[in-house]
T-cell receptor, first 115, second 110 residues
Framework: NAGVTQTPKFQVLKTGQSMTLQCAQD?????MYWYRQDPGMGLRLIYY???????DKGEVPNGYNVSRLNKREFSLRLESAAPSQTSVYFC??????????????FGEGSRLTVL | GDSVTQMEGPVTLSEEAFLTINCTYT??????LFWYVQYPGEGLQLLLK?????DKGSNKGFEATYRKETTSFHLEKGSVQVSDSAVYFC?????????FGSGTRLSVKP
């Protein structure tokens, strides 16, 4: 099993450019997440999708949009990149049933630099 | 609200030293508790978990006991190795998401 696959792994953008980070999972999980990781800040939740067809804001949603394309895929879009969005982005998935969230499975991360 | 407070790092130890990384939580009820590990250049992966009070999670020589009296889930290992160098995160599920601690970087010197 591939688990959670993110693309691209590295990207350099100029301020104002747009891009989409792609994420796919093959574990048939119903919940998917996008986190960003910055030095000294731990992990911060950007957006999540508890189930196919739903998306919700996390702790730091400003400047991002998401699409839950189907049960497998959850993309993160930066419409107009800013230097403050320089970070490592992680996609994750889990199974959420009966009010309980199971183990999170993470992708390898996408390192984004905005100049 | 629910929260996780984790010992700040970095922690530097010599090989075969004893490791403790503190984690305390605030939560409604008794949720499952998790420790995740992030090796250099990789995503996070589950290290261990405990699903109810007094449970002990263990994996790769690491242990953590879910203590409701002290609302703690401290990570311990009796003898660390260079290969244990990583960042460790305590985590608490909250509805359909997770709350993560700030992470503790561990460096083990030979």
């Amino acid at each position: 099993n591939a688990g959670v696959t993110q693309t691209p792994k590295f990207q350099v953008l100029k301020t104002g450019q747009s891009m989409t980070l792609q994420c796919a999972q093959d574990m048939n999980h119903n919940s998917m997440y996008w986190y960003r990781q910055d030095p000294g800040m731990g992990l911060r939740l950007i957006y999540y999708s508890a189930s196919e067809g739903t998306t919700d804001k996390g702790e730091v949603p400003n400047g991002y949009n998401v699409s839950r394309l189907n049960k497998r895929e959850f993309s993160l879009r930066l419409e107009s990149a800013a230097p403050s969005q320089t970070s490592v982005y992680f996609c994750a998935s889990s199974e959420y049933r009966q009010g309980h969230t199971g183990e999170l499975f993470f992708g390898e991360g996408s390192r984004l630099t905005v100049l | 609200g629910d929260s996780v407070t984790q010992m700040e790092g970095p922690v530097t130890l010599s090989e075969e030293a004893f490791l403790t990384i503190n984690c305390t939580y605030t939560a409604t009820g008794y949720p499952s508790l998790f420790w995740y590990v992030q090796y250099p250049g990789e995503g996070l992966q589950l290290l261990l978990k405990a699903t109810k009070a007094d449970d002990k999670g263990s994996n790769k020589g690491f242990e953590a006991t879910y203590r409701k009296e002290t609302t703690s889930f401290h990570l311990e290992k009796g003898s660390v190795q260079v290969s244990d160098s990583a960042v460790y995160f305590c985590a608490l599920p909250l509805y359909s998401t997770f709350i993560f601690g700030s992470g503790t970087r561990l460096s083990v010197k030979p």
